[in-house]
């Protein structure tokens, strides 16, 4: 997990000006509260039905030309290393994990200046109409959500913090998803993430990423994926991990919404 892998895009802005002595002065607007809600513009495919077409697809057409972004190229090289070792010392009941599901991991989770998993989520969160088209992370997705699928499968169901310097607004007894690859942890005093607004989360689709991770497992990750659906337990309650949170929701999974499940992979290669 990544030293600020729990933040969303900061809302506020930053307006400067001169005074008439010539010192500069700060004003600082208002932060904008997130929505929570079902996220209905995320890439969201679970490829349910659909892995061996996909993968077909993703060799075939999708990770060549991904790999002509530099941005992409990049980090994906960057995190052969990590991927070779991590694929080597997987454990036995991993098996199923390819290197390409190692270097996923690897590239989500790598931080470092480039940041690469922020403009990776907001593609994730937005940018459903170009899913097929224009989307330039169809591999990354495709490899990050077989990835959790795989581990999730020996591991049931997860109870786990997330922590933010951003404010959301949502209402007890709301479904919503997160609609990103939303990174959390099984220990709630990871403070550095963040005090404004905390989630407690039980989660059943999202997957321990265990010592995969480019830094290993110190933060014991959990990665969800976008298509699980949460239902908003409690706001504001005390919850004695969190006590230094201002907002804290605490959210029960209630499933999976995929509004693009196999959307690609059905469609005839050419």
Request: net charge positive; hydrophobic share 35%; aromatic share 12%.
């Amino acid at each position: 997990m990544k030293a600020s892998m729990l933040f969303f895009g900061s809302l506020c802005s930053v307006i400067f000006w001169m005074n008439p002595t010539g010192s500069q002065k700060i004003a600082i607007q208002d932060e904008q509260p997130s929505k929570l809600d079902m996220a209905q513009m995320s890439v969201d495919d679970m490829y349910s039905t659909c892995a061996e077409n996909m993968q077909a697809k993703i060799k075939k057409m999708y990770f060549a030309k991904e790999m002509q972004s530099n941005s992409f190229r990049n980090v994906w090289e960057k995190a052969a290393r990590c991927a070779s070792i991590r694929f080597s010392k997987r454990d036995h009941e991993d098996e199923a994990l390819t290197k390409d599901h190692m270097q996923a991991i690897c590239v989500y989770t790598a931080g470092g200046r480039e940041d690469f998993y922020k403009a990776f989520n907001e593609a994730v969160k937005t940018k459903r109409r170009e899913y097929g088209s224009n989307f330039l992370f169809h591999s990354l997705h495709f490899w990050l959500t077989r990835a959790i699928q795989i581990l999730r499968n020996k591991q049931g169901c997860h109870v786990t913090y997330r922590r933010t310097n951003n404010r959301f607004i949502g209402e007890v007894n709301q479904i919503i998803r997160f609609g990103t690859f939303a990174s959390s942890s099984k220990e709630a005093n990871l403070t550095h993430f963040g005090k404004k607004t905390c989630f407690k989360i039980t989660t059943c689709f999202g997957a321990y990423l265990k010592a995969y991770p480019t830094l290993g497992d110190h933060k014991r990750e959990v990665l969800i994926p976008p298509y699980e659906t949460f239902k908003i337990i409690s706001k504001d309650k005390f919850e004695k991990d969190l006590a230094d949170c201002e907002t804290v929701y605490v959210l029960n999974s209630t499933g999976f919404k995929s509004n693009l499940d196999c959307h690609v992979a059905k469609h005839k290669l050419v």
